[in-house]
C-alpha cells in the first residue's frame, strides 16, 4: 500500500477528462518521495481540486513551490483534502521550508508537530511545534491569502528557548538589509527566554504604524517580548564587547526597545541600559543607545583603549595606571546600515580615584574629582581636582586640533609636600609657592612646561640657590619628547642657572648645556 509520488502522475492519462488539471498542478509541484493508505475519490467540478477527496500518509515528501505555498522537502504527515479544503497532521524530521520572497534561506528544522488547516484561502496553524537545536517554538494562527485586498494575519508565536546568534537564516527579509547586517554581526552569543510574538492585521500595512510611526491598532498589531540572557553583543567595529548581558526586549510596531541593568563592558559593570530602534524597516535604521557603567579607573582605562575613545584621548590613556571608583554615562547613536559611523558623547566621573602616565611623565595624582567629557574625537575635563604629592591640585583638558593640552595648577607647601621625600630637604626649602604646568600631547609628540615664581618660598643652604620667600625668582621647566621617545629638557632658575639637555631613552644624556650666572645656548 505505498506508492513513489514519482508515479502518480501517470495515472492522469487514464482520466482524460482531469488530464490536463491534474498534470498541471503536478508538472508545478513536481512531487517526490512516498505516500500509502491512499484513499482517493474524485468528482467532475469546475477544477481538479473542487472534485478532490482525498486522504494519505507521506513520507518525506518533497513539493516545489504551488501558487503561495513555499517549497517544501522532507514532508511526514497525514494529509486529508476535501473538495479544495483539507488538513495536515505534521509529525516531520529535517524538514526544510523554502520561501525567498520571505526568507534569505531555506530553513532547516529538526522536527516539525502540529495541525495545518485549510479553507479556501485561509490556513490556519494548530499548535504548530517547532523543535531546533537553536530553537523552540509553539505556533497558532490564521493566513488569508488574497491578491486584492493582501495578505492577512493574525498569529501568535511563543519560543520558550531560542540561541540568538544562530538566527540568521530565520529573520525575515522585511527587517531591511541594514537592519539584517547589524544583526549578522551584532549577536555573538546568548538565549532569548519566553518570547511571544504577536502579529495581526493585512500585511500591507506591516508593522501597523501611522504617519508619525506610531503603532495604529485599526491596521494591525505586531508585538514582540522576549528576555536574552548571558549575551554577548558587539555594538559596532573596535568597541569592547558588552558581555553576560541580559535584556528585555519589546517590539511595538516598528520600534524595538531594549533595556538592562546587568552585564560589563571590559569588567565596566552595567548599572542601567536603554536603547530603541525608531523604525526598523527604514532604510537607514538607527540605534539610540544610553549606558551606564560603576567603572573604576582602571577597568575604565582598558575600556577606554579598546575603542574609538582612544584616539580622541591622544596618547594619554596608552600607558595610564590608574585605580579608585568611577563612574561612564555614555549616549550611543549607531547607524545599522554603517556601524562604524556611530556617533558617542558621555562623560567619565572620577570618584576621588588615582592616576599617573610615566610615558608623558605625568606624576601620580590621587583623589581625583571631576568629569571627563567626550564627543567623538573630543574630550575635555574643567574644573577637576586632585592632590599631587599632598597639595591640592586644579586641572582641565581639552582637545586643540590634533593635540590635546591638559592644564595643571597647584600650591607646593613644604611642610606637606616634602614629606614624600626621605631626604633634609624639608630643613633647606620653607614656605608655600604657587605654580602652573602644561602637557601639550600629539600623535608623535608630549611636550611639558613648568613655571612658578617660587613667590612665598625660601631656599637655604643650596649656595646660588638661596632666596628669601619674599623675594619672587621664575623657575621654568620645557621638555619635548618625540615619537622615540628622546627627551630635549630646558631648564632655568631665574639668570641663575640656565640649561639644555638632551636624553635617549635609557635616561642617559647625550649632550646638553649648564651655565651658571650666564645664559645657556
Known sequence: DKANLGTITNFSSYYPEINKSFKNIFDDLSPSGIIKNVDLNWQKAPSFIEGLVLSMNTEKVNLNTFDNIPKIQNLSAEVNIERGNGSLVIDSNELIIEQSSFFREPLKLNQVNGTINWLDSDIEFINLEIINDDFVSNLNGIYSSSDLNGDRIDLTVKLPRVDISRLSSYYPKSIGEAGLRWLDTSLLKGTAQNTQIAISGN???????????????????????????????????????????????????????????????????????EANIDDFTSDKPVLNAGLKT???????????????????????????????????????????????????????????????????????????????????????????????????????????????????????????????????????????????????????????????????????????????????????ILSKKDDSSNNTIDFSYGEIINAKLKINQKSNIKKGYIGINNHGS
Open 294 to 476: 560603576n567603572s573604576p579607573l582602571d577597568k575604565m582605562i582598558l575600556a577606554i583603549n579598546k575603542s574609538p575613545i582612544r584616539k580622541a584621548m591622544r596618547g594619554i590613556s596608552d600607558s595610564m595606571e590608574g585605580s579608585g571608583q568611577g563612574a561612564l554615562d555614555v549616549s550611543l547613536d549607531i547607524p545599522l546600515s554603517d556601524p562604524d559611523a556611530m556617533i558617542f558623547r558621555g562623560e567619565y566621573i572620577f570618584k576621588e580615584a588615582s592616576m599617573k602616565n610615566s610615558d608623558i611623565d605625568l606624576p601620580l595624582m590621587t583623589n581625583i574629582n571631576g568629569s571627563l567629557l567626550f564627543k567623538n574625537n573630543n574630550v575635555s575635563l574643567e574644573k577637576g581636582n586632585a592632590k599631587l604629592f599632598n597639595q591640592p591640585l586644579n586641572f582641565s583638558l581639552r582637545n586643540d586640533a590634533e593635540k590635546t593640552i591638559i592644564y595643571l595648577n597647584g600650591l607646593f607647601d613644604s611642610d606637606l609636600t616634602l614629606q614624600e621625600f626621605d631626604s633634609d630637604w624639608g630643613e633647606k626649602i620653607k614656605g608655600k609657592t604657587n605654580w602652573k604646568a602644561e602637557y601639550i600631547l600629539a600623535e608623535d609628540s608630549a611636550d611639558f612646561s613648568f613655571e612658578s615664581d617660587l613667590l612665598g618660598l625660601s631656599v637655604k643652604s643650596f649656595e646660588f640657590f638661596n632666596k628669601d620667600k619674599d623675594d619672587p625668582l621664575p623657575l621654568r
Open 203 to 273: 500585511m500591507r500595512d506591516f508593522p501597523f504604524v501611522d504617519s508619525t510611526n506610531t503603532p495604529d491598532p485599526s491596521k494591525g498589531t505586531f508585538e514582540v517580548y522576549s528576555s536574552i540572557m548571558d549575551s554577548s553583543i558587539e555594538y559596532g567595529t573596535d568597541w569592547p564587547i558588552v558581555e553576560d548581558f541580559d535584556l528585555a526586549v519589546e517590539v511595538m510596531g516598528s520600534t524595538i526597545t531594549l533595556k538592562s541593568n546587568s552585564g560589563n563592558i571590559i569588567n565596566n559593570n552595567i548599572v542601567a541600559f
